[in-house]
RNA sequence: CGGGAAGUAGCGCAGCCUGGUAGCGCACUUGCUUUGGGAGCAAGGGGCCGGAGGUUCAAAUCCUCUCUUCCCGACCA
């Protein structure tokens, strides 16, 4: 098929982040707004975000977690209790200092200073852990596990649709536990349940593991992330959750009175995913044709696209398409697009959104109550099976369809990654040319990681899951047991 | 925030050097034709040329400032 026409007007091959804007502009997803470094979501994009927030919603509440809200605006003085917390946040901290506006030779100037800035919230931890520490008194007001779905903003220097914008839409859980071992197992639960969506509801591979010391979060004990790779083989850090230790209790004083009658501080942890999430879809399943879409993230499993000729026939068309969407909506989210347009334009659209199965049904399906679907997944691949066959086998088709998007993804993840990089060197050498992830050794020195920074290449996590065997560290070349990933990095 | 490039109709671009009433392709509207693979022909609609100042009789075009986007760095989810 190395012939046919793609749907986009430029390949990941020529060049990967055009390709990249062309996907997203292509499925609609989202847009640049007016204001720098933000976007807006579109209807398309949004629908993705509001599947991935069911999803992961539904299971952080079976889990035990309530959602509520905080304020967008913290006042300043509140990041002076923690340091490390203000030192990496500081730089890109949007601040409200005004709070009226004043008409002057025709423009509007900002005129009543605020006694105290507000600090629009990069991230919850103080706030939040400033309400908790009224919340709890007692061990029985433990544990406190909550979640607020919100946005924050990070007045970031150089931006990108979904991937890193000033504003972004995440979901952040902060919770507060009796116990370092109780805190550490539910940063250690979240990361596994992250892991789940990111492998298992997106299908895409990942690798869990732990940040090192240097990378962890402004004021964390221990930091995980769940690393992915994108097709141009850069890793992209889906989603992180921390072990805060007493820091953030320390910094709110979350007290409470234990089971000894003594005060303690509490353990708190947060942890976050956000609208990222659907820049690693695209840069994982997406291919020159568009989007791809795992079913479960999916707007719409099917689209059925009626092929109209302005016959006396059409109404009977428009009807068996309905009688498809009645046949299959049990088991799948299906959309009927009546809209005026070329049936060929629409096609192409939907290929471009992503949609696993397309179908056109004119006449000739009309005739024998059959379905022509495109199968987005397996390029364009067409096939005409009965309705009958079709009602069948839809859930089969859908899993299908998420099975080649995995398998697609584990085996560029398996010919991308490499185990074989020993020395410095050839490291280096290496990322000369290509972007790949290293499995190497690592002394856990803090010694010659600048090393790294000179190829622009950093230490992605040091994986969950380990060899165990010896070997020599890629930086110091010391005896060194410990692997981790190594690849540059979105 | 440093270095580079670019902003002209919804999108992609030409025009700028050498100032003189704003163009092309796609998309959009209408009509006719076509019709199972991203249609053809014809007629239309849509822009004070990113914004502000300056030079000039006259600025998309020259000058200054500014905003935004893209690429390469540094920073980051």
């Not at 995440?170 to 992250?194: C, L, N, P, S």
């Not at 060899?467 to 979105?490: F, R, W």
């Amino acid at each position: 098929m190395a012939d046919r026409k793609h749907a986009l007007p430029v390949s990941r091959k020529e060049d990967f982040s055009a390709w990249y804007q062309a996907v997203t502009a292509g499925a609609d997803l989202a847009e640049n707004a007016c204001v720098r470094g933000c976007m807006v979501i579109k209807p398309y994009g949004f629908a993705i975000w509001e599947r991935m927030q069911a999803i992961m919603d539904a299971k952080f509440k079976e889990l035990g977690h309530c959602n509520c809200y905080f304020p967008l605006l913290i006042p300043v003085d509140l990041f002076e209790r923690e340091a490390d917390h203000v030192a990496g946040f500081a730089k890109e901290m949007a601040i409200v200092t005004h709070h009226r506006l004043e008409q002057r030779d025709g423009k509007l100037i900002p005129a009543s200073p605020l006694e105290t800035p507000l600090a629009i919230r990069p991230t919850s931890e103080l706030i939040i852990g400033e309400s908790m520490s009224r919340w709890i008194k007692s061990y029985r007001d433990l544990p406190v596990l909550i979640n607020q779905w919100c946005n924050v903003m990070r007045w970031e220097m150089r931006t990108r649709l979904f991937l890193r914008t000033s504003e972004f839409l995440w979901q952040e859980g902060h919770t507060a536990h009796e116990t370092e071992e109780e805190a550490r197992k539910e940063a250690r639960t979240m990361h596994d349940v992250y892991y789940w969506f990111v492998h298992d509801i997106l299908k895409i591979s990942c690798i869990p593991g732990k940040k090192p010391d240097h990378d962890r979060f402004a004021g964390a004990v221990d930091t995980f992330s769940i690393e992915a790779m994108m097709q141009d083989g850069k890793a992209l850090q889906a989603a992180t959750s921390h072990y805060l230790g007493q820091n953030f209790a320390r910094a709110m004083n979350i007290q409470f009175q234990g089971r000894d009658d003594k005060l303690h501080l509490a353990h708190t942890t947060s942890w976050g995913s956000t609208t990222r999430l659907i820049g690693g879809l695209i840069m994982v399943h997406s291919d020159d044709d568009g989007l791809n879409l795992p079913s479960e993230v999916a707007p719409y499993h099917v689209v059925i696209i009626p092929l109209l000729k302005g016959s006396d026939r059409d109404d009977d068309i428009v009807s068996f398409c309905h009688s498809i969407k009645r046949a299959i909506e049990k088991s799948a989210r299906v959309f009927i697009d009546l809209k005026e347009a070329e049936a060929q334009n629409k096609k192409w659209d939907y290929v471009r959104k992503g949609v696993p199965l397309i179908c056109e049904i004119g006449l000739r399906e009309l005739e024998d109550q059959s379905v022509s679907i495109i199968k987005r997944a397996s390029n364009l691949e067409k096939l005409r099976i009965p309705l009958n066959k079709f009602e069948e086998q839809i859930e089969d088709m859908l899993i299908e369809h998420d099975k080649i998007l995995q398998q697609k993804n584990e085996e560029y993840f398996r010919e991308n990654t490499r185990d074989d990089i020993k020395t410095y060197s050839e490291l280096k050498e290496l990322f000369e040319t290509e972007n790949k992830f290293v499995i190497a050794k690592w002394s856990g020195s803090q010694e010659n990681v600048n090393l790294l920074d000179e190829i622009g290449i950093t230490i992605r996590c040091i994986p969950r899951q380990q060899s165990n065997a010896k070997g020599k560290c890629i930086l110091t070349n010391e005896d060194a047991d410990m692997d981790v990933i190594l690849a540059k990095s979105y």
